[in-house]
């Protein structure tokens, strides 16, 4: 089981269910995603995460343009400006006077990834099984903690590998070869 971001959450929690009803679990890998209960760093730490991320993904798209052959260079532009007018919202990402943080800025899928797990009994009883993350040299602006939160719960252990990249490109090429080339090696060698 593998899953990047949210889906990371769902190949867990299947996962965890499998486990629990006697089948074997080859590998289940999560990729780029922070631990229930891990809480976010401070403003000035989310405001240099997202910069840095920013930055890398201009240099990505920078890079990509000039790959491209001249005549859809002018169609990868515009598509990329589209897309980015249909993304751009300013949500306030800190807390507001009263202390609460909107709700666009918690994302805007209406289920909460620490109320999920909790209710599911995963808080509390952890994983039966190993771990494995991938995290992004640009970390996610979590905790401080190098394994984002999951060692607490990997009750057969955990195993970080640290990939180039930022979260919304850690699967895109040509970031996404050195993931595949980890998972390959995990597949081939589980244990």
């Known amino acids: 089981m593998a899953g990047h971001s949210f889906g990371g959450i769902v190949a867990l929690e299947t996962a965890r269910v499998l486990l629990q009803q006697g089948h074997r679990v080859l590998l289940t890998l999560l990729i780029d995603i922070r631990a229930p209960g891990t809480l976010r760093q401070g403003r000035v730490k989310v405001m240099v995460f997202f910069l840095r991320t920013y930055l890398e993904r201009f240099r990505f798209h920078i890079r990509r343009f000039f790959l491209l052959p001249r005549s859809q260079r002018l169609s990868y532009v515009a598509?990329?400006?589209?897309?980015?007018?249909?993304?751009?919202?300013?949500?306030?990402?800190?807390?507001?006077k009263k202390g609460k943080r909107e709700k666009a800025a918690?994302?805007?899928h209406p289920l909460k990834v620490t109320q999920l797990l909790q209710e599911s009994g995963f808080t509390e009883e952890g994983f039966p099984g190993r771990l494995v993350l991938?995290?992004?040299?640009?970390p996610l602006p979590t905790t401080e903690q190098a394994d984002?939160?999951?060692?607490r719960y990997a009750r057969d252990?955990?195993?970080?590998?640290t990939v180039k990249g930022?979260?919304?490109?850690?699967?895109?090429e040509p970031y996404a070869r050195e993931p595949a080339a980890i998972i390959n090696r995990l597949l081939r060698d589980p244990d």
């Open 148 to 151: 984002y939160g999951w060692g």
């Open 166 to 172: 930022e979260h919304g490109n850690i699967m895109k």
């Open 79 to 96: 598509a990329k400006l589209t897309g980015l007018k249909k993304r751009i919202r300013f949500p306030s990402l800190f807390p507001d």
């Open 106 to 108: 918690q994302g805007t």
């Open 134 to 138: 991938l995290k992004t040299t640009i």
């Open 157 to 161: 252990g955990l195993e970080v590998f």
